[in-house]
């Protein structure tokens, strides 16, 4: 087990959270409910055995087709349903999904009640489970409606990581790379050490406090992302425009390691960036698998999508770009052809073309 203390809530990393999220209930001395991903009800039913007093077990349908406000009214009326209020500690099992929109249902729900994040997918413990961002899609884009909202603790459980088919734990590799990118040093080497490994033979634990550590250094310096925490968004504005041009057909995951290369592509284009550790980022992408083509070549969507980004100001896109790996830039505004080139360039695969 890992506890980490570098926020205002405790972090927990084991392989079975349940005991410890039991534990932390038992201490708030009051009742609680537990909403749940339908994916991770075995764990949901665990957790609410483990708490006893007959705990009720809400189980949603979700994915990100579905972290829309009709879905964030299912689960206020199911609150209701089941009599919740301000003295109830919500309990939220599930990713990166499952976090955003209960945390958004409990920070709404008689304006706020407490709430655990009990994080079962890679996504959800290396980004989305600390930060405090909570939210839902509108038909305009990703994650535009919402608020900050901490969790009053957060328990990440590796062991649901063995459950995961390949394609889904891989969801979460591009953060890592996000992350290796951002800190550099001894945190990329890791990863292209660790790549060419069996992910299930991951040291899980370590990763994912490793991350959560470099995280939780831009939340706590910037909470509701007034400046530097931006830098947490590298390959996101990109990324966030392909899963809303494709309809949330590209995952998550798919489209932030596009954006990582858009991102570091970018920065190429406008001097930032040297070749060689664009070549190196890339290559780690392609080592874990991860895919370096955009599945869309239609440029006018893309803009239209990145137009809406929550970076945007004054109607200009500002971006996040690497200058080294271990040195990220936010706040970079570039001309408008730059990007359309670039745009154009992700439809293919990387070649000699895209270093000269």
Same mark, same amino acid.
């Given at each position: 087990?890992?506890?980490?203390?570098?926020?205002?809530?405790? %972090?927990?990393?084991?392989?079975?959270?349940?005991?410890?999220?039991?534990?932390?209930?038992?201490?708030?001395?009051?009742?609680?409910?537990? $909403?749940?991903?339908?994916?991770?009800?075995?764990?949901?039913? #665990?957790?609410?055995?483990? $708490?006893?007093?007959?705990?009720?077990? @809400?189980?949603?349908?979700?994915?990100?087709?579905?972290?829309?406000?009709?879905?964030?009214? *299912?689960?206020?009326?199911?609150?209701?349903?089941?009599?919740?209020?301000?003295?109830?500690?919500?309990?939220?099992?599930?990713?990166?999904?499952?976090?955003?929109?209960?945390?958004?249902?409990?920070?709404?729900?008689?304006?706020?009640?407490?709430? =655990?994040? =009990?994080?079962? /997918?890679?996504?959800?413990?290396?980004?989305?489970?600390?930060?405090?961002?909570?939210?839902?899609?509108?038909?305009?884009?990703?994650? @535009?409606?919402?608020?900050?909202?901490?969790?009053?603790? =957060?328990?990440?459980?590796?062991?649901? $990581?063995?459950?995961?088919?390949?394609?889904?734990?891989?969801?979460?590799?591009?953060?890592?790379?996000?992350?290796?990118? %951002?800190?550099?040093?001894?945190?990329?080497?890791?990863?292209?050490?660790?790549?060419?490994?069996?992910?299930?033979?991951?040291?899980?634990?370590?990763?994912?406090?490793?991350?959560?550590?470099?995280?939780?250094?831009?939340?706590?310096?910037?909470?509701?992302?007034?400046? /530097?925490?931006?830098?947490?968004?590298?390959?996101?504005?990109?990324?966030?425009?392909?899963?809303?041009?494709?309809?949330? *057909?590209?995952?998550?995951?798919?489209?932030?390691? %596009?954006?990582?290369? #858009?991102?570091?592509?970018?920065?190429?284009?406008?001097?930032?960036?040297?070749?060689?550790?664009?070549?190196?980022?890339?290559?780690?992408?392609?080592?874990?698998?991860?895919? $370096?083509?955009?599945?869309?070549?239609? %440029?006018?969507?893309?803009?239209?999508?990145?137009?809406?980004?929550?970076?945007?100001?004054?109607?200009?896109?500002?971006?996040?770009?690497?200058?080294?790996?271990?040195?990220?830039?936010?706040?970079?505004?570039?001309?408008?052809?730059?990007? *359309?080139?670039?745009?154009?360039?992700?439809?293919?695969?990387?070649?000699?073309?895209?270093?000269?």
């Amino acid at each position: 087990m890992t506890t980490l203390d570098v926020l205002p809530y405790p %972090i927990t990393i084991d392989r079975d959270v349940t005991p410890h999220v039991a534990r932390f209930a038992r201490t708030r001395g009051t009742r609680a409910i537990v $909403l749940a991903d339908r994916n991770v009800a075995a764990k949901a039913e #665990a957790i609410a055995r483990a $708490l006893g007093r007959k705990t009720a077990v @809400l189980a949603f349908d979700l994915g990100e087709r579905r972290k829309t406000l009709r879905t964030l009214e *299912r689960v206020l009326d199911a609150l209701a349903e089941a009599g919740a209020d301000r003295g109830t500690l919500a309990i939220g099992v599930g990713g990166g999904v499952a976090g955003d929109l209960f945390g958004f249902a409990v920070a709404s729900y008689m304006r706020g009640l407490p709430f =655990v994040n =009990v994080a079962t /997918s890679l996504v959800a413990m290396v980004d989305a489970s600390i930060g405090g961002k909570t939210g839902v899609d509108l038909r305009a884009g990703k994650n @535009l409606a919402g608020a900050f909202r901490d969790p009053v603790a =957060v328990f990440c459980d590796t062991g649901s $990581l063995a459950t995961l088919a390949p394609r889904h734990l891989r969801e979460g590799l591009a953060e890592l790379v996000k992350h290796g990118i %951002i800190e550099g040093d001894e945190v990329f080497d890791s990863l292209e050490t660790l790549a060419p490994h069996p992910l299930q033979k991951w040291p899980w634990e370590s990763v994912v406090a490793d991350s959560l550590r470099i995280k939780a250094m831009f939340v706590s310096e910037d909470r509701l992302e007034a400046g /530097s925490r931006e830098i947490l968004n590298l390959g996101h504005t990109f990324g966030h425009a392909i899963e809303r041009v494709t309809n949330f *057909r590209t995952s998550h995951g798919a489209a932030v390691s %596009i954006g990582l290369r #858009a991102a570091g592509l970018l920065a190429l284009r406008t001097d930032r960036f040297s070749p060689e550790e664009h070549l190196r980022v890339l290559s780690l992408l392609a080592l874990l698998q991860l895919p $370096l083509v955009s599945p869309t070549d239609d %440029i006018g969507a893309l803009t239209k999508a990145m137009a809406v980004d929550k970076k945007a100001r004054a109607g200009a896109l500002r971006f996040v770009l690497p200058r080294t790996i271990g040195d990220v830039e936010y706040g970079v505004t570039v001309p408008a052809r730059t990007l *359309r080139a670039v745009l154009g360039r992700m439809r293919e695969a990387p070649n000699d073309a895209e270093f000269r």
